[in-house]
């Protein structure tokens, strides 16, 4: 009885339970109940995560709150994937490279950051000692893109590409 009670159990209806609202209220505050909405509609909208076992989507969505970053895969700031493990539906918190962005802005440290595509014929020089990159757009052959550039400079000077 008490396993069909368990197998019935969504991330709604333990959302809908004061101890996991009042959670998500401490950690996040006026934002929780919209953050609560992102979380079911999330669920509602991905079949393979209503599957998954229900707390471990609420684990996953308390790292994204803990983190103040949006569930919401349109913006790319944090998603809930579900996973197979062992037969069994589990979801996992991962961070979009927005969110990425997001936390390193929040620091102050960043004069400037940056992510780009890079398409065949930019790079024109690339250092592998000092990680330096040159690139030249007039130089582009084709829109066909052969990978993409990560930079930073930090406001003490320091600089990096990848």
């Not at 994204?64 to 062992?86: C, E, M, Q, R, T």
């Not at 780009?116 to 790079?123: M, Q």
Request: glycine share 10%; hydrophobic share 40%; charged share 25%.
């Amino acid at each position: 009885m008490a396993e069909e009670l368990a197998k019935k159990e969504t991330v709604e209806t333990l959302l809908a339970k004061d101890g996991f609202k009042k959670r998500f209220e401490e950690i996040l505050g006026k934002k929780a109940p919209g953050f609560i909405s992102s979380v079911i509609s999330a669920t509602k909208g991905n079949k393979d995560l209503a599957l998954c076992e229900p707390g471990s989507v609420l684990s996953s969505a308390a790292i994204a709150a803990s983190l103040d970053l949006p569930i919401n895969s349109n913006l790319g700031f944090a998603h809930i994937v579900p996973y197979k493990s062992k037969g069994v539906s589990v979801a996992q918190f991962q961070m979009g490279w927005k969110g990425f962005v997001q936390l390193a802005m929040r620091t102050g440290q960043y004069q400037t950051i940056n992510v780009s595509p890079v398409c065949d014929g930019e790079l024109k020089r690339h250092d592998k000692f000092t990680g330096e990159m040159e690139f030249d757009s007039a130089g582009k052959k084709s829109d066909n893109i052969i990978g993409y550039v990560a930079y930073f400079r930090l406001l003490n000077g320091f600089e990096k590409w990848l």
